[in-house]
């Protein structure tokens, strides 16, 4: 599985991105997907998680409100609407793919619940 994610860049605060990762093989449909982001100095975390089917989200308290993940199983791509940018959403924003669909909210804001990620991208946002 191979993961590649775009969109990153550098917008002013306020204004909106929309990242995108796009996954190779067929079982990209069968697993949650999930954004972690990466600022320098800081430890990753946990920004917004998708279940398999799309109908069930889960969003770290910092991004809630402001940010919108989405999935199309069709086109094997996780997305990341990205709106109300503040300087402090500055990072880089890597997908990852976690190793099941059926466990509690609570086990996706675990890096370690994920197997496979993708090279990050990106996001810097002036103030």
């Known amino acids: 599985v191979q993961l590649q994610a775009s969109g990153g860049g550098l917008v002013q605060a306020g204004g909106s991105l929309r990242l995108s990762c796009v996954a190779s093989?067929?079982?990209?449909?069968?697993?949650?997907m999930a954004w972690f982001r990466q600022a320098p100095g800081k430890e990753r975390e946990f920004v917004a998680a998708?279940?398999?089917?799309?109908?069930?989200?889960y969003y770290a308290d910092s991004v809630k409100g402001r940010f919108t993940i989405s999935r199309d199983n069709n086109k094997n791509t996780l997305y990341l609407q990205m709106n109300s940018l503040k300087p402090e959403d500055t990072a880089v924003y890597s997908c990852?793919?976690?190793?099941?669909?059926?466990?509690?909210?609570?086990?996706?804001?675990?890096?370690?619940?994920?197997?496979?990620w993708g090279k990050g991208t990106q996001v810097t946002v002036s103030s």
């Open positions: 998708i279940k398999w089917g799309g109908d069930t989200t």
């Open positions: 093989g067929r079982t990209f449909a069968s697993y949650t």
């Open positions: 990852a793919r976690s190793i099941g669909s059926y466990y509690s909210e609570n086990f996706y804001y675990a890096a370690t619940s994920y197997d496979y």
